[in-house]
């Protein structure tokens, strides 16, 4: 795992060093171990190096044997083992044993297409010399990031955009239609970001700068097209088992030792396993126990410890621990967060650092492709009440969606139905699931100010999205259309960034999601929506499958998300001054994004301990984060990252 | 009862639209207006509760009586004439607006 970053001057202009290495110096935080560049006519490339296979031999950046093509690679390659063997039978000589070799031979037998062959998570550039050709890569799922801008006649790329932000003609504005998603979806909608011209390559799409022309092509459809024949569960479960068995042993490939997130829920706890399964050794297990009752997990998270017999170490989050912790993981996310979510598995994965481990394994994915989200739920109950007018059961089944929302369990019964009320008219609603969740966090654009709403008159988040719907999503039915918003857009925007990638490699831990190996993902997508949930019973197929493994308590426990304390942090103890600074009013206003009145009104009702809504907790968050975006991003970004480590080596070829 | 419905609109402003009036009318749903969730109805309980000396009755809990300013202002009219004048007089009067 590693950090990439490079410029492309179609003249052929010489790329300045010194800005390349500043470039990638910002991004050492994900590659620790080593760094290198290489630079030649109108190209250089850079890398930060975290080293985890062929740790002798795989610097980057790293050229064939001819020197015609050339890699700068952030990720892994779980097939390389298989591709490599495949590789040398067909006449390539290998100088080293690292998966980031196999993609340049991959690339000189297939050029563009390659990346079709490749099973792994990874944000890649690749320069072909003899065409002066560019090309960006991202993985299907967008575990790993990308992002690029153009700037006259160059293409400047990295991993984060810090790296692009470090470059001096690279302007730093906010992009209010980018915010506007964010205050819709939680995420933007890539390619779009939170920044003017600042674009993030989307999952499974190959950016070719050729000529100074930017081509963008998906290599890859996320779709949910399903066989007309359908099998006996037992088939079904059967398939699964196999394949998640197998997505875990090629995700342990590692020259250094493998650890496990353990959360106590069901994803993680079959992940942790099946890593038992392959491996002799006692596995480190890792997770965030939280003072706050309501969102600590430790019981479960004990229960599996003593179960699978690992070696287990948690921290312990309270409400000052996200607060300090909280400006820092923004440096990380590079964009608002509507959650503090992000904040504890900041802090996990530099417990996960400080014991030595660079890699885990999660169990990320397994709610978006087997259907385990409460959304789901939510969906098919109002589906079914809507089918069912005047079913008796109405309150009963509604209480069960949020067992753990105080509010709602109080909620009395004909404002529940009133609340979760769907017309006839909006069961052909394409965004049925979701618009629910996308009207509840777009009220919290009542805090925009003046400017930014007439700024954003005309523009609307939810058209938006609906113009990049790929025409099959029409005949999809609710569950994967639901499904198909979920991975599409929350879990590589938000889930696998802010709450993934960024956070884990902050501390330079890589994370690795056996539930997102492509092939699980297409065989999950093709499933009738009845194997995934069956009734109310989410993830049905998967606690068929591997349920054996696991213990009773944690296969029957009822379903909890993972949350963690969010406003109230920041009004005690040490998230108050720097809280109180930020949201002053007189700095909501010079910036200008939300109006500082209706920003008092709030702060006011958290210093009361009035604000005990789920909007005011997304608002609050929502508005300091984008603040600490401008405040770090914008007015007072600060260059100069540095490379100057004595364990730092420059392994630069050229 | 113009003063009650002041502060019931006062209090909806304030606490679910955080100052930014939008110009709402006083028969407007807050259902429909999307300002009221499961958090906000028991933030309203609580208000009428504290604020006018009422009991918010589980019967009472209905959108025909709570979701609107004109229905508020009925509701908090008809729960205040049901309670001895003697226990309420003071209440209201004894409190600054």
């Given amino acids: 795992m590693c950090a990439i970053a490079g410029i492309c001057n179609s003249s052929g202009a010489p790329v300045s060093v010194p800005v390349l290495k500043e470039m990638i110096a910002m991004l050492r935080h994900r590659g620790p171990d080593e760094w290198g560049i290489h630079t030649d006519v109108g190209i250089g490339l850079a890398n930060a190096r975290l080293s985890i296979i062929d740790l002798n031999r795989g610097h980057q950046p790293l050229c064939n044997e001819d020197g015609s093509v050339w890699i700068t690679f952030n990720g892994e390659i779980f097939n390389y083992v298989e591709l490599r063997k495949e590789l040398i039978s067909r006449g390539h000589i290998f100088s080293t044993r690292s998966d980031t070799e196999v993609i340049l031979h991959l690339y000189e037998e297939k050029g563009e297409n390659c990346f079709r062959d490749l099973n792994g998570q990874w944000g890649l550039a690749i320069w072909d010399v003899r065409e002066r050709k560019l090309l960006l890569s991202r993985d299907r799922m967008g575990v790993r990031p990308v992002f690029y801008t153009r700037v006259g006649e ?42 003017k011209n600042i674009f993030e390559l989307p999952p499974g799409h190959t950016l070719v700068f050729v000529r100074g022309n930017v081509e963008i092509h998906p290599y890859w459809h996320l779709s949910f097209n399903r066989p007309t024949e359908i099998l006996a569960d037992d088939a079904y479960i059967e398939q699964l088992a196999e394949l998640l068995t197998d997505a875990v042993r090629i995700r342990l490939r590692s020259d250094v030792p493998v650890g496990a997130y353990l959360s106590g829920g069901l994803d993680s706890t079959v992940i942790t396993a099946l890593i038992n399964q392959f491996s002799g050794k006692k596995l480190r297990s890792f997770s965030v126990a939280f003072t706050s009752e309501d969102h600590d997990e430790r019981a479960y998270q004990q229960e599996a410890v003593r179960f699978l017999h690992t070696a287990h170490e948690q921290i312990e989050c309270g409400y000052d621990d996200i607060a300090a912790a909280f400006p820092d993981v923004i440096w990380h996310t590079e964009k608002p967060v509507i959650r503090t979510a992000p904040a504890p598995l900041y802090l996990l994965s530099q417990q996960v650092r400080d014991a030595g481990y660079k890699v885990v394994l999660t169990g990320e994915g397994a709610d978006e492709i087997l259907g385990g989200y409460d959304i789901y739920k939510e969906a098919k109950i109002r589906r079914f009440l809507t089918a069912q007018k005047n079913s008796p059961r109405r309150a009963q089944l509604l209480r069960r969606l949020y067992p753990y929302q105080a509010s709602l369990q109080k909620m009395p019964n004909a404002y529940l139905q009133r609340f979760f009320r769907a017309t006839a008219e909006d069961l052909n609603d394409p965004f049925f699931s979701h618009r629910p969740r996308w009207e509840l966090t777009s009220r919290l654009k009542i805090f925009f100010s003046d400017d930014v709403k007439s700024e954003l008159a005309g523009h609307d988040a939810i058209s938006e999205l609906f113009g990049q719907l790929p025409i ?49 993902v297409a065989f999950a997508n093709a499933l009738p929506p009845n194997i995934k949930m069956r009734v109310l019973n989410e993830k049905y197929i998967l606690k068929r499958a591997l349920g054996h493994l696991l213990p009773a308590t944690i296969l029957q426990r009822p379903k909890q998300p993972y949350r963690s304390p969010d406003g109230r942090s920041f009004f005690a103890g040490v998230g108050e001054d720097y809280a109180n600074q930020v949201l002053a009013p007189e700095r909501i206003a010079a910036d200008g994004i939300f109006d500082p009145r209706a920003v008092s009104k709030l702060v006011e009702k958290f210093r009361a301990g009035e604000a005990i809504g789920v909007k005011d907790d997304m608002a609050l968050i929502g508005i300091l984060s984008t603040q600490l975006v401008l405040d770090q991003f914008i007015s007072q970004f600060q260059r100069g990252g540095s490379l100057c480590n004595e364990h730092m080596q420059n392994y630069a070829v050229s | 009862m113009q003063r009650t419905h002041a502060e019931l ?83 209201l009067q004894g409190q600054a607006m």
């Avoid at chain 2, 000396?53 to 229905?71: F, G, H, T, Y």
Wanted: aromatic content about 12%.
């Fill in chain 1, 472 to 520: 099959e999503y029409f005949s999809w039915d609710g569950f994967s259309q639901a499904q198909y918003l979920e991975s599409k857009h929350l879990l590589p925007g938000y889930i696998l960034s802010s709450q993934g990638d960024r956070v884990a490699l902050a501390h330079a831990v890589e994370a690795r999601h056996p539930f997102l190996d492509y092939r699980l």
């Fill in chain 2, 9 to 91: 609109r006062r209090f909806i402003t304030n606490n679910f639209l955080y100052g930014r009036d939008c110009g709402f009318r006083d028969d407007e749903s807050f259902l429909e207006m999307g300002i009221i969730d499961s958090t906000g109805l028991l933030e309203l309980i609580n208000f009428l509760e504290k604020r006018y000396r009422i009991k918010v009755e589980d019967a009472d809990l209905i959108p025909e009586n709570l979701d609107s300013i004109d229905q508020l202002c009925r509701f908090v009219e008809r729960k205040v004439e049901n309670h001895s004048p003697a226990t309420i007089a003071p209440v």
């Fill in chain 1, 154 to 195: 160059s293409l400047i790329f990295g991993s984060e955009v810090k790296a692009l932000f470090t470059h001096p003609e690279v302007e730093r504005e906010l992009d209010l239609a980018g915010l506007d998603q964010i205050f819709t979806f939680w995420c933007t909608l890539s390619p779009r970001t939170v920044f």
